[in-house]
Each structure stands twice: as C-alpha cells, then as structure tokens.
C-alpha cells in the first residue's frame, strides 16, 4: 500500500478586485483595494493538506509566467511536492474576483488556462504518483474525463478515493462506483438530488441518494453547522469547529479536504478525520484569503484540543 496523498486539480492566480459596484459595458471605474493569491480548489486542497504535514503531490499544468512561479513558490514554502507541467504556449490559469467593498458579494470569472487542457493522457503520465498514495483527491474544475481516468488508476490500485464534485458540472456516472468519499457542499448536492439541502434530514436523504448512486461514504459540508457523514454503518452530523469569529469563508471547503485527506492518509477512522477537516476548516474562515489562510499542523492540534476539552 502507498503513503500519502495525491491530488489532481487545477491551480489558478486569485486576483481580487473591490469596488463600490460591478463598471458597466464600457465604463471604468475607480476601485478601492486589490489582492494577488494562490488559488483554484486542487490547489488550495494540496496547500491545506501539505500545511497540515501531510506528504501531498500536486498533479496539474501552469503556464510559463509570473503566476505560474508564484504557484511553485507556494508549494515550495508549504512542502507539496509539485508534480507539474509548465506549459510554453498556454498561460496559467487566473480568476477575476470582482468584490463589493461594503456587501462582501463577489462576481468571478475563472479561466483554467494550462490547466484546463489537462487530458486522460496526462493523467497517465502520473500514473505512478497516483498508485503510490494512499489517498486520492479530484475536483471538477480541469477536465472531467480527467477526473474519472485518475479515479479509475486510484481504485484499481487500491488507493482511498476522495471525490469532490466542484463546481456542480456534469460528470460521468462511472464516477460515483469509483468513489469512497463523495464531498458535495450544500448547493453541489442539491444540484445532483434535485431538492435544496436545508436541515440535518434532507442532508442524510441526500446520503442516501449518493450511496445508491454508487459512492461508499457520502461527506455533505453544511458551511458553518458542520458535515453530515452518511455511510451503511453511520449517518450523523460533526459539528463545525471554531475558536474565533469567521471572517473570509471563501476556501472553506478546500481547508476541509486538505485536512480530512491528511487525517484519512494517517490512518484515522472516517469521523476523527472528519472531525480533523473542520478543524482545519474552522481556522482557515478566521483569516482573509483562500491558500494563505491554511493553518499549520500545531494550529490544528490546538484547536482539537481545546474542542475535545469542550466535548
Ligand atoms: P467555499 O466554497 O467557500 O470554499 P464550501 O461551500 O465548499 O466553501 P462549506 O460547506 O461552506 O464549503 O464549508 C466547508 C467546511 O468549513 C464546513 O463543513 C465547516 O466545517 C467549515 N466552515 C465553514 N464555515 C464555517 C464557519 N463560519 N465557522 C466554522 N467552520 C466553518
């Protein structure tokens, strides 16, 4: 069996703008503060697991430019093992996330550049990183044959399949039977089941329709009340671990698969590792930024420690 965990996903540059409002067609208007960051969910999930001390390997593709080096910076500083194509003649991928200054409310545009022409081929190519883990993750946002070729190489070799349909775009059902770990947030899963996700009930009818969809495990997170995991065995919610007011949401879930993957590659029981991503989750919300905000793996302890002295 392998150690560690591989992911396959897409990295993007975070370029956030704020503004009273949205300029109109043709109209340029003056905006009152500007961030750069790390970004995509691939990207961030690998960055939140290799915080976390997990041994993390990265599969996607960049462009040969400024974005694409502040991407193996960050991997650098947070020891993912960047398992990367560095493209000549495609960019790397970027988000214009356009933010009103006094609403919170954003608007975005994601472009995957490099990454979105990530192919079953090049899945193949990282055939090896994927069999040698014990624990593999995908998303959405590169190509989604991609994602079910990745997945196919992960459960044929035995490997743990963490799968999380973000954003809600169509995908091949085969994926379902390939999962172990199906992680929808609310408004993901009720784009697959068809009714909105509100209570603890409708969230373990959702589970319900996930394993018999094929899944072994379905993890639907629930924002700030926490994750409701659904298996034949259990159905239960973990609440969401907190410390300090949350104050920038965005990345919360990628915080959560970083360190629920980290857990499940060290070998912990499903709720104990569910319980170890909300905790990294619940410190990512307190700080600004997606990538930045991931705690380390003292941060993590303590805020487990102080909630099981709670409990
Ligand atoms: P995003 O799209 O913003 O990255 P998401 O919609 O994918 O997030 P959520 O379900 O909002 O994911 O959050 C994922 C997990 O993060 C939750 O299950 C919870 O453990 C944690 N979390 C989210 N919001 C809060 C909060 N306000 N306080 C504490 N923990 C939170």
Redesign the pocket.
């Known amino acids: 069996r392998g150690t560690g965990i591989a992911i396959l996903g897409i990295y993007v540059a975070d370029t956030a703008y704020l503004a009273s409002r949205m300029p109109k067609i043709g109209e340029t208007i003056s905006g009152s503060g500007f961030s750069l960051g790390p970004g995509g969910k691939g990207s961030n999930q690998a960055v939140a697991a290799g915080r976390a001390g997990a041994d993390v390997h990265f599969i996607s593709k960049i462009g040969n430019d400024p974005f694409g080096k502040m991407a193996l910076e960050i991997y650098e500083q947070t020891g993912v093992t960047a398992e990367i194509e560095v493209m000549d003649d495609m960019p790397s991928g970027a988000a214009f996330i356009f933010v009103n200054d006094e609403t919170g409310d954003n608007a975005i545009i994601v472009y995957p550049g490099a990454a979105g022409t990530i192919s079953i081929a090049d899945v193949e190519k990282h055939r090896d990183v994927i069999e040698a883990a014990n624990v593999f993750v995908t998303q959405l946002e590169q190509p989604a044959e991609a994602a079910l070729k990745a997945l196919q190489i992960a459960r044929t070799a035995g490997v743990t399949t963490v799968f999380n349909p973000?954003p809600a775009n169509p995908f091949d059902a085969a994926c379902y039977g390939l999962t172990d770990y199906f992680v929808p947030?609310?408004?993901?899963a009720a784009a697959i089941v068809g009714f909105e996700i509100e209570t603890e009930q409708d969230a373990r009818r959702a589970g319900e329709e996930f394993l018999k969809l094929g899944v072994k495990t379905a993890l639907i997170?629930?924002?700030?009340?926490?994750?409701y995991i659904h298996s034949p065995t259990l159905s239960r919610l973990i609440p969401?671990?907190?410390n300090a007011p949350?104050i920038d949401?965005?990345?919360?879930?990628?915080?959560?698969i970083g360190g629920f993957a980290t857990a499940l590659s060290e070998g912990l029981e499903v709720e104990a590792a569910v319980q170890f991503?909300?905790a990294t989750?619940?410190i990512?919300?307190t700080r600004r930024g997606?990538a930045p905000a991931m705690p380390t793996r003292d941060e993590i302890d303590a805020l487990l420690r102080i909630s099981e002295g709670r409990a």
């Open positions: 973000a947030n609310e408004s993901e997170t629930l924002g700030e009340k926490g994750v969401a671990i907190s949350a949401t965005s990345g919360a879930g990628d915080a959560f991503g909300c989750a619940g990512a919300v997606t």
